[in-house]
């Protein structure tokens, strides 16, 4: 698993595609952060980083399909595929390998963002006015959500040698959890179900663990997400018929 692993991380950083995706990232939370008015931390008169939490959900569909779409259909498309297969590690140890890779490129790219908590800690008034539980419940929920999006890019990858393809079905699927669930529940049709759900969206269970209030049902929640789609990119992976 680590070969792999290692393998990916040397690949993906080599790339300028890597280069790309995370300075994009940066500059766009840096602008709904600094510059852009109605967000800006600035114009806001109170210390808080919470635009970022707020708009990182949806910029990571396209950063994290972006990292992942190239996982395994990059493989299949240059024929390294049946190379890949023929090594002595398991399926899941390289299913395993690239996901860690992805997951840990994501939290490569979160880093910086310390600099932004940083900066607003020295402007509170007084310094260091923040409510530091909700900002660092925040960030776990940014990186559970970040690993159910790079489980569900990973099986979008998977089903498809199209980079391309990859990239927009993980969009639409990341989208589809994130979203989806909240817009339904608010349907008067389903207002007898409406919390079930909603329950069911990442977009409630990050917004629980935003709070700074750490529920084991919420964990559970992406735990069980991530293991649903990487059990779907196994039996795929398995199956070999392509």
Not at 92 to 111: N, Q
Not at 171 to 182: E, H
């Amino acid at each position: 698993m680590f070969s792999i692993l290692k393998k990916e991380i040397r690949s993906f950083l080599s790339s300028l595609i890597a280069i790309i995706v995370i300075v994009v990232f940066l500059i766009a939370n840096g602008l709904f952060l600094w510059v852009f008015k109605e967000t800006n931390i600035l114009d806001a008169g109170y210390a808080n980083i919470d635009p970022l939490f707020d708009l990182a959900p949806i910029i990571f569909i396209f950063l994290i399909s972006a990292i992942t779409m190239r996982s395994f259909s990059e493989e299949k498309k240059s024929g390294t595929f049946e190379i890949l297969t023929t090594k002595p590690l398991t399926d899941m140890s390289i299913i395993m390998g690239k996901y860690f890779a992805g997951l840990i490129i994501v939290i490569f790219a979160i880093l910086p963002t310390l600099i932004y908590y940083y900066t607003v800690y020295k402007l509170g008034l007084p310094e260091g006015n923040l409510d530091n539980g909700a900002i660092w419940g925040s960030y776990m929920g940014l990186v559970l959500l970040s690993a159910g999006y790079v489980a569900i890019g990973l099986f979008s990858s998977i089903i498809t040698d199209n980079q391309i393809v990859s990239f927009i079905v993980s969009m639409f699927l990341c989208f589809f959890f994130y979203s989806t669930f909240d817009y339904l529940g608010s349907f008067a049709i389903f207002k007898n179900t409406d919390f079930f759900i909603e329950w069911m969206g990442i977009s409630y269970h990050y917004r629980n663990i935003s709070k700074g209030v750490i529920d084991s049902r919420d964990i559970v929640y992406f735990l069980s997400l991530i293991g649903l789609f990487l059990w779907l990119t196994k039996i795929i992976f398995s199956s070999r018929k392509w």
